[in-house]
């Protein structure tokens, strides 16, 4: 759209129920500070941790990291909202709860559809639809909280045997990692378990590799857009303190010392988990790469990722030649084409007598 078209009123979401609802705000900000004013009017829409949706005014205040003031009510938008930026991460607004929701009131939205969202949210349904596309991920372990709380020993001791310390801990659908944890001794398995239990009922076990982490940006369009590789190093492993708190983590963008060979295969396989797992709009892509074999696995796949001033996302696309300026529109962008395509053909109304008919056939 050009800047002297009318402009589109845009509804950023922001905050939520889920652990995230920090992440979230610090994306927001980074949206709306690189939002054109002149092709854009910006409607605040902030979500209490409690998912409440506050008005305009509290929801600036929760933006600029002030008491909101007020409760919220019931999901809601501007009236005159044309397209919705969902700048939401984890459960609520990732999952593809949202994104139903968006899609029965057939408005717009940045991102991937409900089954999309929800594919990718959930870390083990994600790992069974790569693996029947032949894209490599690690192996895992899904443990359900019921069977971990009916018979603790007996759980930890199948886990164990299928999986050797040491290992990650992560509940299926989070992200940031948020309630992860290490396990380098059996005895500390229980206790990861349970607190990854704290955000979900399903966990998944991973083994624990020494790997390099490599992320890959893909954006929406004809022809689908990957960036080449960004890799993030850091002390220890990348938990939520190095990712969000701590200033110790060094990116590189593109990655350095990785053979192009293998970029441009991380690459492909990125396009092809977008396409499988029935993406839009934009993901970023996180690899794991073995020093011991010189392997990599697909980590996992952010639908959302974060917008901050220090994610990978923005920063692989700029490398890629869209600044964080243009990236929000081309989203935007995508997002109204999107929602202009024609809608589904609806069946034919069928009243009861007919489907009896149909069944039975007259008589």
Request: proline residues 7%; charged residues 25%; negative net charge.
């Amino acid at each position: 759209m050009p800047a002297s078209a009318t402009p589109l009123t845009v509804a950023v979401l922001f905050g939520g129920k889920s652990a995230e609802h920090d992440i979230s705000l610090r994306s927001a900000r980074a949206i709306v500070d690189h939002l054109d004013r002149e092709r854009y009017r910006i409607r605040l829409v902030g979500i209490t941790r409690e998912g409440g949706f506050l008005s305009e005014e509290a929801s600036a205040r929760l933006l600029a990291g002030e008491d909101a003031g007020e409760q919220g009510g019931a999901p809601a938008l501007p009236e005159d909202t044309d397209v919705v930026f969902p700048v939401l991460h984890g459960p609520g607004g990732e999952d593809g709860t949202l994104q139903g929701w968006l899609e029965l009131l057939d408005i717009p939205f940045v991102g991937s559809s409900c089954t999309g969202s929800a594919l990718a949210m959930d870390k083990s349904l994600a790992k069974h639809v790569l693996r029947s596309a032949d894209v490599p991920v690690l192996p895992w372990v899904e443990v359900r909280r019921a069977c971990f709380e009916a018979d603790p020993k007996a759980c930890l001791a199948e886990v164990l045997r299928e999986r050797p310390v040491p290992l990650f801990v992560k509940p299926t659908c989070l992200g940031s990692s948020v309630g992860i944890s290490m396990v380098s001794k059996e005895e500390d398995l229980g206790p990861a378990l349970a607190e990854a239990f704290r955000f979900g009922e399903e966990v998944i076990v991973e083994p624990a590799i020494d790997a390099r982490e490599l992320e890959v940006a893909v954006l929406d369009g004809t022809p689908l857009q990957s960036s080449q590789p960004g890799e993030i190093r850091i002390e220890g492993w990348y938990d939520y303190d190095n990712k969000y708190l701590n200033d110790d983590a060094e990116l590189f963008v593109p990655a350095q010392d990785l053979p192009q060979r293998m970029a441009d295969a991380m690459r492909e396989f990125a396009q092809i988990a977008f396409r499988s797992l029935r993406l839009a709009g934009l993901a970023r892509i996180d690899f794991l790469l073995d020093r011991q074999a010189g392997r990599f696995y697909l980590n996992e796949v952010n639908t959302m990722p974060g917008f901050t001033t220090i994610s990978m996302y923005p920063k692989l696309m700029e490398a890629s030649g869209v600044p964080f300026k243009e990236l929000c529109h081309r989203l935007i962008a995508l997002a109204m084409a999107r929602g202009d395509r024609p809608a589904k053909p609806k069946a034919p109304a069928q009243t009861s007598e007919r489907l009896l008919e149909a069944e039975h056939g007259s008589a």
